[in-house]
């Protein structure tokens, strides 16, 4: 998604002060990971429970981010202020 500012700017403009932003994507990278692998190691009581086709799009849903993430094209970052 492009913005015409940065999320820092758009909750300055808003009147929020003290502003911080933490970078946690490398955290969410390693959840993601995480998730992956866990859904691979269960994936037949998975397919079993939820079908072939839910865990299929999961899986290659999952994996999908964890590539974007990898490419540098997402990132997770959280952000606190106060007003």
């Known amino acids: 998604m492009t913005v015409r500012t940065s ?8 009147g929020f002060i003290e502003v911080d932003a933490v970078d946690l994507t490398a ?3 390693a ?3 995480r998730w992956l692998a866990a859904t691979l190691h269960h994936e037949e009581g998975l397919r079993v429970a939820l079908g072939d ?4 799009a999961g899986i290659e849903r999952r994996q999908r981010t964890v590539n974007a993430i990898e490419e540098g094209l997402l990132l997770r970052t959280l ?5």
């Open 7 to 14: 999320y820092l700017g758009l909750l300055q403009s808003a």
């Open 27 to 29: 955290e969410y990278l």
């Open 53 to 56: 086709d839910a865990v299929g």
């Open 79 to 83: 952000y606190t202020a106060t007003r």
């Open 31 to 33: 959840t993601q990971h």
